[in-house]
């Protein structure tokens, strides 16, 4: 499992790429969920894959509400229809991050199946709150 900081670094440099619109292919979206691609593919898992960003707003609510949202990942199914399951794995305390796994329609193949590690970040006082996922050395999981 990559270090908690590792991980929210990387998450950092994403969102400082996403701020580079010329390097993301035109925005797609459906029901106020807008998705973009990079325009490079970037190595993941042995793989070449683009990064895919989704931006969506929510009336009305505080950050730390989306927060507490984001991080009870076993009620997603409840606001989220691509999972069928998600599950928590449990807490890794030494690497300060939690394990789960959710279960996804890829119609016409067959489910997939994604094993996460998630890490959080919270400031109060900044109102700067961050839920991270990432597929990095999923295999203690």
Same mark, same amino acid.
Request: net charge negative; proline share 6%; aromatic share 12%.
């Given at each position: ?12 440099? &994403?969102?400082?790429?996403? $701020?580079?619109? $010329? ?5 797609? %979206?459906? +029901? %106020?969920?807008? !998705? &973009?691609? #990079?325009?490079? +593919?970037?190595?993941?898992?042995? +793989? ?5 960003? @989704?931006?969506? *707003?929510?009336? +009305?609510?505080?950050?730390? *509400? ?5 991080? =009870? ?12 399951? @998600?599950?928590?794995? %449990? $807490?890794?305390?030494?690497?300060? =991050? ?7 329609? =890829? =119609?016409?193949? #067959? ?9 959080? #970040?919270?400031? !109060?006082?900044?109102?700067? !709150? ?12």
């Amino acid at each position: 499992m990559p270090q908690r900081k590792a991980v929210l670094e990387l998450a950092h440099q &994403r969102l400082e790429f996403y $701020d580079h619109k $010329d390097r993301l292919e035109d925005p797609k %979206g459906s +029901d %106020g969920v807008s !998705f &973009r691609l #990079s325009k490079d +593919d970037f190595s993941c898992g042995g +793989d070449l894959v683009p990064l895919t960003f @989704m931006e969506f *707003d929510v009336p +009305d609510a505080r950050p730390v *509400d989306v927060f507490n949202v984001l991080f =009870a990942v076993e009620n997603q199914t409840e606001w989220d229809t691509a999972p069928k399951e @998600m599950k928590v794995l %449990g $807490d890794w305390k030494q690497y300060q =991050a939690r394990g789960t796994v959710g279960l996804f329609d =890829a =119609a016409p193949l #067959s489910t997939r199946e994604i094993w996460q590690w998630q890490v959080l #970040s919270a400031n !109060f006082t900044s109102q700067e !709150f961050w839920v991270v996922y990432t597929s990095l050395e999923t295999d203690p999981l």
